[in-house]
């Protein structure tokens, strides 16, 4: 009939990856990027050929030793999305801290004097509305209403046309 390893109710003994091929199976069903699947080869090299040696391991894959030691604080074996890069901008930017009434008298001025520069615009402002604004801001409303003066055709003269 059967045999011991062919019986049907037996449970068979199921043969376990290694932690390093574990680890390159969970990349895939993550679908890690390809620098975070690189990243992962680097720690699998360290381990396994490079033993334990940092120098030789960023030899291998042409990178600073500083750049594994980077990644290598970042990587925990339990959350490979730890390999992934993220974005340095900062988390909260500067914003617009102005309200309605200073943008409106601020296009007002730009409007009036096109050809002023922001720290004279902002000059203006302070003289004529007695309050305290700075440049950054005056330059920042001439930024986003898109409030410059059109530029005038290049006029080419015939001789200088001929010439080229």
């Not at 390893?5 to 043969?15: A, C, T």
């Not at 679908?31 to 040696?53: C, M, P, V």
């Not at 490979?80 to 001025?109: F, G, M, W, Y």
Request: charged share 25%; glycine share 4%; net charge positive.
């Amino acid at each position: 009939m059967y045999t011991p390893s062919q019986h049907p109710f037996i449970p068979q003994p199921k043969i376990l990856l290694s932690k390093h091929e574990r680890w390159r199976q969970i990349a895939k069903v993550l679908s890690l990027s390809q620098e975070a699947k690189t990243r992962l080869e680097w720690f699998i090299y360290h381990e396994s050929h490079g033993a334990k040696n940092v120098s030789r391991t960023a030899r291998h894959f042409g990178i600073h030793r500083d750049t594994f030691h980077h990644w290598h604080n970042r990587f925990t074996e339990t959350n490979l999305r730890s390999l992934e890069s993220h974005s340095c901008a900062p988390l909260k930017r500067r914003t617009l801290a102005l309200n309605q009434s200073q943008v409106d008298r601020i296009i007002k001025l730009r409007k009036e004097h096109l050809l002023y520069g922001k720290m004279k615009l902002k000059a203006m402002y302070e003289s004529e509305y007695g309050e305290a604004i700075s440049s950054w801001h005056v330059q920042k409303v001439i930024k986003l209403y898109h409030l410059y003066p059109q530029r005038k055709p290049l006029k080419h003269n015939k001789r200088q046309i001929g010439l080229r």
